[in-house]
C-alpha cells in the first residue's frame, strides 16, 4: 500500500495519533509528528503481497512463528514511528505496545513490496527506521517490475548484510527461521510488461 500526506499538514503526538487512527475508516502511518493516509496499491502489488504471505505461512507452518497481513501495525519506539508493512513475521507471541493489541514491536522479518510511489521511502527512510528494531533480523524489499527480491540481514556482529536474488529461479536464505523464500513461488501469477523492442 502507498502512504500519501494528508492534503493538510497535520501535526499530532503519538497519543493522539493512536486515537485518531483508531477512529479513521482507512490506516495512518506516523512519523516525526505527521500523519499519512495509507492507500490501495496496483493489482500487481496485492497478488505479489499475497503470495509472499502464503509462501511464508507454509514455510513456517509447524514452526513457532507467525505471518501477518498489511494491517498489523509496527512501532519503531527509537524513531518514534508507526508503519503497516506489507508483510510481517513475529516468533513466539506476539508483544503489543503498551497491551494495545493492534501494534507490535516484536517483527523478526519486515516485507515492503515496494511500488514507484514508494520505493524511494523504503529503500531510505523504512531502512533506517526497521533496523532499529531490536528483534529484527531480515527487511525485504520485493520489486514488482521484474523477479528481484532484495534482502538486508543481520548479522551476529550486529552490522547490516545486503544481497540480492533475481530471476524465478532463485531463492533467499533466511536461515533465522530455518527456510527459504523461492522466487518462484513469491511471483507465483504474475506477468511482467514486457518493454517494447
Not at 498489511?70 to 503498551?98: M, N, Q
Not at 517483527?107 to 515492503?112: A, F
Request: charged share 25%; glycine share 6%; with cysteine.
Amino acid at each position: 500500500m502507498y502512504a500519501a500526506q494528508l492534503e493538510e499538514t497535520i501535526e499530532m503526538s503519538e497519543s493522539e495519533y493512536l486515537v485518531f487512527d483508531a477512529e479513521s475508516e482507512i490506516k495512518h502511518e506516523y512519523r516525526k509528528g505527521q500523519v499519512y493516509a495509507m492507500t490501495g496499491g496496483s493489482v500487481r502489488h496485492g497478488i505479489i503481497t499475497a503470495n509472499t504471505i502464503i509462501h511464508l505461512g507454509n514455510k513456517l507452518s509447524g514452526k513457532d512463528c507467525t505471518v501477518t497481513s498489511p494491517d498489523v501495525r509496527v512501532h519503531i519506539a527509537s524513531k518514534g514511528t508507526y508503519r503497516y508493512p506489507d508483510v510481517t513475521v513475529f516468533c513466539g507471541d506476539p508483544s503489543y505496545l503498551d497491551g494495545r493489541t493492534d501494534t507490535i514491536i516484536n517483527p523478526i522479518i519486515l516485507v515492503e513490496v515496494l511500488s514507484p510511489a514508494t520505493a524511494l521511502k523504503d529503500r531510505n527512510e523504512k531502512l533506517e527506521e526497521y533496523i532499529q528494531i531490536e528483534t529484527l533480523q531480515a527487511y525485504l524489499l520485493v520489486s514488482q517490475d521484474e523477479a528481484r527480491v532484495e534482502r538486508y540481514m543481520r548479522h551476529e556482529t550486529g552490522e547490516w548484510l545486503y544481497s540480492i536474488a533475481r530471476g524465478l529461479e532463485n531463492e533467499l536464505a533466511l536461515p533465522f527461521i530455518e527456510c527459504t523464500l523461492n522466487l518462484s513461488n513469491v511471483y507465483q501469477k504474475v506477468t511482467f510488461e514486457t518493454p517494447d523492442a
